[in-house]
């Protein structure tokens, strides 16, 4: 699988499920001008530094624990808007913890596949058309359909011959499914934080979603939009 992005469904209640569409609520967005000043207001919020401070000391202690070389760069976290750091902060804990477990080789496997024996792991947080996007990639191993596939038959969800007929956007999808995982034992770090299933799940209670892209061997790239903060408050209300 390369570059097209599988998408997190988002849960829908089942009232709404049921309300015909020309009967649901209509949601109210903030004029533009209303965005850009809170845009700016949140974004010059010195929190936003302070809260991700702690990113490159979690990424060392993740490289010793797991024995692998990782460098981290950020772009763009200084402009997180106050409402969504906290949010921000989970998510991106637990996607590192994802991407030195799962993600980024070995120093031995990287050599091997003539790779800097370094991973690299970047995030990149930016305002978008209407609202942000945060970005979180790494030039691991990538995701496996197959090896997906088959964690699913150890776990069970499925028989031989729906995983035979699973193209591989929907196998990539599984990694959204509540309580699943490729580990065949635990480790210090399962059942820490949060899940990619409870990852979308903050990032469609913020109003965003969230979607992966990957080439085997190459990177995994999850990319998250949200909306602007003014747009998701009255949402909310």
């Not at 993740?62 to 760069?73: D, P, Q, S, V």
């Amino acid at each position: 699988m390369a570059d097209a992005a599988v998408f997190a469904r988002k849960p829908q209640s089942e009232a709404a499920s049921k309300t015909p569409r020309s009967k649901r609520p209509t949601s109210v967005s903030a004029s533009p001008r209303a965005e850009s000043a809170t845009r700016r207001a949140e974004a010059a919020s010195p929190r936003s530094a302070e809260e991700f401070a702690t990113l490159p000391g979690i990424t060392e202690i993740l490289a010793k624990e797991h024995e692998k070389r990782l460098a981290l760069t950020v772009v763009g976290l200084d402009k997180v808007p106050g409402p969504y750091l906290a949010t921000i902060k989970s998510c991106l804990i637990h996607m590192l913890r994802n991407a030195a477990m799962h993600g980024i080789e070995s120093p031995m496997v990287r050599r091997a596949e003539n790779k800097d024996e370094t991973g690299t792991i970047k995030i990149t947080f930016a305002a978008a058309a209407d609202g942000y996007q945060l970005v979180f990639e790494d030039d691991g191993v990538g995701i496996s359909a197959e090896s997906l596939k088959q964690a699913a038959l150890r776990q069970q969800l499925f028989g031989l011959e729906e995983a035979a007929a699973m193209d591989s956007r929907a196998a990539v999808a599984m990694i959204f499914r509540p309580g699943f995982s490729t580990w065949k034992k635990p480790t210090n770090d399962i059942g820490r934080g949060l899940g990619m299933d409870e990852v979308a799940r903050a990032v469609h209670g913020l109003g965003g979603r969230i979607g992966v892209s990957t080439r085997p061997g190459k990177y995994t790239r999850f990319t998250i939009t949200l909306p602007a903060v003014a747009a998701a408050r009255s949402e909310v209300a």
